[in-house]
């Protein structure tokens, strides 16, 4: 077959950019490009990954990588987020931990995380005192949340696997943002009632949601159109309908070494296919009677609507 040339059109998809806006004050979740989600219910927040200064290509494959302070700070004052309860890697490449640490930085938040986010926040220069590293499959207590993270596995192929297991300290090339530790990331409103799953990967370990619950999830599908639809529908089986979610919003398809001060556009088909991604995904929460949802970027939503 001939590869597929450019990228997929996500105007052919308009009619899915449809999550259900959240009322002022009310609980929200706001996207921001690849995984970074902010969970906001008006007294205190939660943010997943925080990557924001997305470096172009040519610098990711051949220079050193580093946070930008000034696009951090633009998406955080963009966002109107000034302190943070805690910021949550869900694994640490580049396209989810690079500003993790400056975000909590300048948010105020505790770090979150296993022993590789940890590393990448001693390398900042974080005090111990704002590190915590989880036990997969025991809540943390965070604000207003109870936060779970269960050990999940990256999509395959994960380009650079393995631990970061000392303090990282950039500028350093991309690959040094080693996988580490994958999770996937079950939120609890406590005041609501609420639940939610953040699965920042397209991968997943069999089994380990068995016993949770969740009524809506942020499904990752980068890399998932590249791998076949047995792959596809057993991911699904073991999130979406695992957890009992009634609501789907795919997140991380989006072209991440494009600034968010440019219109969003999907990964090219060299590296993912949305396309059919988005294929399969419709006929099985068609099958399961589960709403699938892209979401807005910089607009609050209700997932749980």
């Known amino acids: 077959m001939r590869p597929k040339l450019g990228r997929p059109d996500i105007a052919r998809y308009a009619d899915q950019f449809d999550t ?3 009322e002022p004050g009310a609980l929200s979740v706001t996207w921001m490009g690849v995984a970074t989600l902010l969970v906001d219910d008006g007294s205190g927040a939660l943010m997943t990954d925080g990557y924001f200064s997305r470096p172009g290509l040519l610098r ?32 640490t490449h580049i396209d989810h931990a690079l ?42 207590r965070l604000g207003s949340y109870d936060v779970t993270l269960v050990e999940s596995h990256h999509c395959p192929p994960d380009r650079f696997p393995g631990v970061i297991s000392a303090p990282l300290t950039p500028p350093v090339k991309a690959s040094a943002y080693r996988c580490g530790e994958a999770w996937s990331t079950l939120v609890h409103h406590r005041p609501t009632g609420r639940r939610l799953l953040i699965q920042g990967s397209a991968g997943f370990v069999k089994g380990v949601l068995a016993g949770q ?59 993912d296919d949305l396309d059919e991604s988005i294929r399969i995904l419709d006929e099985l929460a068609a099958r399961d009677g589960v709403a699938l949802h892209m979401p807005t970027v910089w607009r609050r939503e209700n997932p749980w609507m």
Not at 63 to 89: E, F, N, T, Y
Not at 253 to 270: C, E, G, I, Q
């Open 213 to 271: 619950r969740a009524e809506a999830v942020y499904l990752s599908v980068g890399q998932l159109g590249l791998r076949p639809r047995s792959y596809v529908t057993e991911y699904w089986a073991e999130t979406v309908r695992t957890v009992g979610a009634r609501r789907v919003i795919l997140i991380h398809w989006d072209d991440f070494f494009r600034p968010l001060s440019k219109p969003l556009r999907a990964l090219p088909y060299a590296g």
């Open 60 to 91: 990711v494959a051949a220079g050193k990588v580093a946070p930008s302070p000034a696009r951090v700070d633009g998406c955080l004052a963009r966002a109107k987020v000034s302190r943070l309860v805690a910021v949550i890697p869900v694994h």
């Open 20 to 22: 259900p806006a959240a």
């Open 99 to 140: 500003d993790s640490a400056l975000v909590a930085d300048r948010t105020g938040a505790q770090l979150v995380g296993g022993q590789s986010a940890a590393n990448v926040g001693r390398g900042y220069g974080l005090p111990e005192t704002r590190l915590v590293v989880a036990v997969s499959g025991e809540p943390i």
